[in-house]
């Protein structure tokens, strides 16, 4: 007797949870394709070119001085290098890693939010582990939210902190609120784990995000709560209380 009643919660959770996320993704899949991500597949191939220019003898130094970000760099040439470091991938990781992340988050978040609303969010994300690993390295290594001297010198670069960003603020839109925390949970677990620069960047991402959701959210209850707000696609279904 209990365990239909198991699957049948199971199922309307999920519904609710992932079910406005799933149909729109697939409504636009259905109708476009690949057409419907053309932002997130040049993304994709600006990172694999990236990573193929910067492992050559000749590419290494012009991917180094439009892309490389340092917190010891003059703080005018990190912002303007910011930009293109969200797509040079980390050289002591899989290149494989960051194009599935770019591919997977990117496309969800190019078909729930739309081309410029992605970029403006990945930004956000990226510019904000910028500038804060220059404040936790000025902060020092001794408290929680700071860093060693040492990390002012590790080139910051790859996709991961727009990733963060992204999934957290298409979980938020799409009302997926238990895996948008689920994701917060897991950066702050891998902080505890292993507190580096990366990790604290993480974090820094969902702080820089969480800033616009908590100002859109006051927004939409002052409007009346039901309203998907001006950051949402306009074919995007409504969204089931």
């Known amino acids: 007797m209990n365990g239909p009643s198991r699957g049948g919660g199971v199922r309307e959770f ?6 406005p996320l799933f149909t729109t993704v697939r409504t636009a899949l259905a109708a476009k394709g690949w ?37 010891e760099d003059p703080l005018w040439l990190a ?24 591919l997977l988050v990117f496309g969800l978040a190019e078909i729930c939010l739309g081309r410029w609303r992605t970029l403006a969010v990945a930004y956000l994300s990226t510019l904000a582990g910028t500038l804060y ?9 001794d408290g929680p939210f700071g860093l060693p ?13 727009a990733v963060v960003g992204l999934a957290v603020y298409v979980c938020w839109r799409y009302r997926a609120y238990l895996t948008g925390g689920l994701v917060i949970l897991a950066m702050v677990v891998e902080v505890v ?14 702080v820089a995000v969480l800033v616009p959701i908590v100002f859109l959210a ?13 950051w949402t696609r306009s074919w995007k279904p409504p969204i089931r209380s």
């Not at 690993?133 to 290594?141: E, I, N, T």
């Not at 001297?149 to 902190?161: E, H, I, L, W, Y």
Request: with cysteine; proline share 9%; net charge positive.
């Open 35 to 71: 057409r419907a991500v053309p932002m997130t597949l040049a993304s994709v191939c600006l990172t694999a070119l990236f990573q193929l220019v910067q492992n050559q003898d000749w590419g290494y130094r012009p991917v180094h001085d439009i892309g490389f970000v340092r917190a």
């Open 193 to 206: 784990v292993k507190p580096n620069l990366a990790g604290k960047e993480h974090l820094a991402a969902i």
């Open 218 to 230: 006051r927004r939409e209850r002052r409007q009346g709560g039901g309203s998907p707000g001006p």
């Open 14 to 19: 999920a519904r609710r949870e992932w079910g």
């Open 79 to 102: 912002l303007l290098r910011t930009p293109l470091s969200l797509f040079v991938p980390a050289l002591d990781l899989p290149v494989w890693g960051a194009l599935a992340q770019v």
């Open 133 to 141: 690993a220059r404040v936790g390295v000025a902060l020092g290594p």
């Open 149 to 161: 001297a040492s990390d002012a010198r590790v080139v910051d670069t790859g996709p991961s902190a």
